[in-house]
C-alpha cells in the first residue's frame, strides 16, 4: 500500500507541474513581439560603383508592387517603384545650407513631414507623403539598396531642423546614421542647429496625424 500511495503521489505531482507551466510557456511565445523575430539588421554593404554603403530592403516587402501582396493587410494603395526619370523629380541639392528641389525652388513647407532615401553616391531624395501614399521609402530606388532612409523637416527658409533614421522597408543602423549626417555636412548643412533622433520616430509630432514611416 505505501508504494501504491507513492505512485499515486508522484503521477499527481507530474500532472500538476505540466498544467501550472504549459499556459506559462504559451504566454512567453505569445507575447514576443513581431519585431523581435526579425533579424538584426546587417551592417551596409559597399557596393560597386558606390562611395557609400548601402543596405537592402526587408525581406518581408519583396513584390508589394503586386496588387495581391499580402491581401491579409487590406492595403487601399499599392507602391509604385519609380524610373530613373520619375525619380530625379524628387533629387535635391543643396546652396548655402539651404535643400533645393529638382526645379530650382527652396524646399519649404514648415511644420510638414517630409521623408527622404540617400543612394550609394550620397544624393538625397525627398518626397511628401501626405497626399502621396503610393511613395513609399522603396520607390525611389526600385525596391534597391540605399545609404539611408528616414524622415526630416525644414523650416520655412529651406533649412534642416530635424531628422531621424525611421523606414519601415529598410534596415537602418548608427553606421546609417553617420554616413547621412557625414554627408550632410559635406553640403554644408550646420548640423548644430538640427535635432538628431538617432532611433525611431519625432516623439514631439506623435499628436500629428501623419503618415507612417515607409
Not at 518626397?127 to 513609399?136: K, L, Y
Request: with cysteine.
Amino acid at each position: 500500500m505505501k508504494t501504491l500511495a507513492l505512485a499515486v503521489l508522484a503521477v499527481i505531482f507530474v500532472s500538476t507541474t505540466t498544467h501550472a507551466t504549459a499556459p506559462a510557456n504559451s504566454c512567453a511565445v505569445s507575447a514576443i513581439k513581431k519585431k523581435d523575430l526579425e533579424p538584426p539588421p546587417a551592417p551596409p554593404v559597399l557596393r560597386p560603383g558606390d562611395t557609400i554603403p548601402t543596405v537592402t530592403m526587408k525581406e518581408f516587402f519583396i513584390g508589394e508592387t503586386d496588387p495581391n501582396w499580402h491581401p491579409e493587410m487590406h492595403r487601399k494603395v499599392v507602391p509604385i517603384y519609380m524610373t530613373p526619370e520619375q525619380r530625379k523629380v524628387y533629387e535635391v541639392s543643396f546652396a548655402n545650407g539651404v535643400f533645393m528641389k529638382a526645379d530650382g525652388s527652396v524646399l519649404v513647407d514648415p511644420g510638414n513631414l517630409f521623408n527622404y532615401v540617400m543612394d550609394g553616391n550620397g544624393n538625397f531624395y525627398v518626397f511628401d507623403q501626405v497626399g502621396h501614399d503610393e511613395i513609399r521609402h522603396s520607390s525611389i530606388f526600385d525596391g534597391g539598396p540605399v545609404a539611408g532612409a528616414g524622415e526630416l523637416i525644414v523650416d520655412a527658409t529651406g533649412h534642416l531642423t530635424a531628422i531621424n533614421i525611421n523606414s519601415g522597408h529598410y534596415p537602418q543602423t548608427q553606421d546609417c546614421l553617420t554616413n547621412i549626417l557625414n554627408q550632410l555636412t559635406k553640403n554644408g548643412i550646420d548640423l548644430t542647429k538640427v535635432q538628431i533622433v538617432k532611433e525611431g520616430g519625432f516623439p514631439w509630432l506623435q499628436f500629428f496625424k501623419k503618415p507612417k514611416a515607409s
